[in-house]
């Protein structure tokens, strides 16, 4: 790694030539405000089956007063164990939706989406960045992770590893290690309850460490990223399941394989391809700064995302306040403080065109996407009919029918790959329905699958309820 260049004393402490990054709180505060109508925009439609089993799942927990220990929910896996990786996570979306149905639960998920935001600001600042190429980076990286800011436990790996990025450059920085070890064992045991995702922090930590140890400077200091692997694993330990987490999380990749965000990297794609060159872009600058931590958070996560692309906006995001720091230094600056009008105006049509869309939609906040999930198709379902679904279509029954048991939903790790697939065959229409359908008395599936037009034609099933994103069929 050669000498360490770590300065984590934030942008307050320098001037360069082209701007003083001497700011002040102001301009951070403003660049962070402007980042919050895109938490609005994504939290104004659910558009995640996952989200809506949550809640339900957070209600029958805080109802019950314990975790479930089988599937309650399905009538094909009904009594077979059911390993929760987000339990508090679902106690927290359910204490929302008590509160204030899913508006409240959007609401939190907005919450968590500026905290990343907020986060994303202050490890900029950390790296000496200034607040004018922190905002262009966080206004022209949102748009890209947009997909990825939905309502889902996800949401706090992806405040966790920013927030693990900061902890870990000042336990290297030699600043107060026991405190910084203790916020890293407590933000893991928060983590890994909220989401059974905290082990990715083992690997950052060790990662770092070894790269610590190449380096002259920070040598030394190497050791203590090594105990904060330890911490964050012996944190990740205090969760309901223990030691059991190790075989979840081989189990939930290994039944996941046909879900395309487990999916390896695809190069043909081009949003999957733009988003692993900025992690890649920021992965050499972090290499030129001699940065170990954030090389390592950088490197982990390259490799994660080409495994699974659901690690793609890890990498991005821990890219981003690495992008800003380097836009923060020399010509760059310069350029971009000699155009600050000019990136002012295009700042204020933006974010005018984003305040639109979001005030627009403010309405709907919360409600389920209208062009994913049907309303009076689920609310047409017969009171205890045993239903055969689309895959996605399950959580939403799950949440709104909780006298309707289904057939599939998206807890793969439940059902397993093969159920999911044979799923798949029977709502296509590759599969005889009265194969496929045996003990099912409600159907209710995408219009143009070719199960639908299978039972359209079948004297045995009636149409009783279509819009755009459902049919529902009963059996006669």
Same mark, same amino acid.
């Given at each position: ?15 360069t030539a082209g ?8 301009p951070?505060?403003l ?9 609005i ?12 089993w949550q809640v ?8 019950e007063?314990?975790l479930?220990?089988?599937?309650p929910?399905?009538?094909t ?10 339990w508090?996570f679902?106690?927290l979306?359910g204490?929302?939706?008590e ?9 939190i998920?907005?919450?968590l989406v500026a ?5 994303l600001l ?10 004018l190429?922190?905002?262009?980076v966080?206004?022209?990286g ?5 997909l ?13 590893v920013?927030?693990l ?9 030699g ?6 070890l203790?916020?890293v ?7 890994v309850?909220l989401?059974a995702?905290a ?5 950052i ?6 790269l ?13 990223l090594?105990?904060a ?5 012996i944190g990740?330990?205090?969760?309901p399941y ?7 999380t ?8 046909d879900i ?7 190069? *043909?794609? =081009?949003l999957?391809?733009v /988003?692993?060159?900025?992690?890649l $872009? @920021?992965l050499?600058?972090a290499?030129k %700064?001699? &940065?170990?931590?954030?090389c390592g958070a950088?490197?982990v ?14 990498l991005v995001?821990l890219?981003?306040p ?9 010509a ?8 600050s009008r ?15 869309a ?7 906040f919360?409600?389920p996407d209208?062009t994913?999930?049907?309303?009076a198709?689920?609310? *047409?379902? =017969?009171?205890?009919?045993? /239903?055969f679904?689309?895959?996605? $279509? @399950? ?5 709104? %029918?909780? &006298?309707?048991?289904v057939?599939?939903d998206?807890?793969n790790d439940?059902y397993?790959a ?11 229409g590759?599969?005889d329905?009265?194969?496929g359908?045996?003990g099912?008395g409600?159907?209710l599936v ?10 359209r034609?079948?004297p045995e ?16």
């Open positions: 790694m050669g000498e360490a260049r770590i300065d984590t004393r934030g942008s307050g402490s320098r001037r701007g003083d990054l001497k700011a002040g709180l102001r951070w505060i660049a962070w405000l402007a980042f919050l109508p895109y938490a925009i994504r939290s104004e439609n659910l558009a995640e089956s996952d989200t809506f339900r799942t957070g209600l029958w927990t805080m109802t007063g314990r479930p220990l089988v599937d929910f399905s009538w896996a009904a009594g077979k164990p059911w390993t929760l990786n987000s508090a679902n106690v979306v204490l929302g939706y509160a204030a149905g899913l508006a409240g639960v959007a609401f998920a907005a919450c905290a990343i935001g907020g986060l202050y490890l900029a600042r950390e790296l000496g960045a200034a607040p190429p922190s905002a262009v966080l206004l022209a949102a748009p890209l992770l947009m990825y800011l939905s309502a889902r436990p996800q949401l706090v790996d992806y405040v966790s920013l927030a990025a900061v902890l870990l450059r000042r336990l290297l920085d600043r107060r290690p026991g405190w910084l203790l916020a064992g407590v933000l893991t045991v928060l983590w309850n989401h995702a082990l990715l922090g083992v690997a930590a060790g990662t770092s460490g070894l610590a140890l190449l380096g002259t400077r920070t040598r030394r200091r190497a050791g203590w090594f105990a692997a330890v911490v964050i694993f990740a330990m205090v969760n223990g030691t059991g987490l190790l075989a979840q081989v189990q939930v990749k290994a039944e996941s394989a395309t965000e487990w999916q390896a990297l695809n190069p *043909a794609d =081009p999957q391809l /988003l692993f060159a900025i992690g $872009l @920021g050499a600058i290499a %700064r001699r &940065d170990p931590v954030l950088l490197a996560s390259a490799a994660g995302s080409v495994a699974a692309m659901r690690i793609l906006p890890i995001l890219a981003l690495v992008l800003a720091a380097a836009m923060s230094r020399g760059v600056l310069r350029y971009l403080c000699s155009r000019m990136i002012s105006t295009g700042a204020v049509v933006l974010l005018s065109f984003v305040f639109g979001a005030l627009i939609n403010f309405p709907y919360g409600r209208p994913h999930f049907p309303d198709a689920v609310k *047409a379902i =017969p009171s205890g009919c045993t /239903l679904n689309d895959y996605r $279509l @399950g959580g939403l029954v799950i949440l709104q %029918r909780p &006298d309707v048991r057939s599939i998206s807890r439940l397993g093969d159920a999911v697939r044979q799923s798949a065959r029977v709502a296509t590759r599969v329905p009265d194969q359908l045996a099912a409600c159907v995408h219009p143009d699958g070719g199960l639908a037009q299978r039972l034609n079948s099933w009636k149409l009783t309820s279509a819009e755009p994103a459902a049919v529902l069929f009963v059996r006669r």
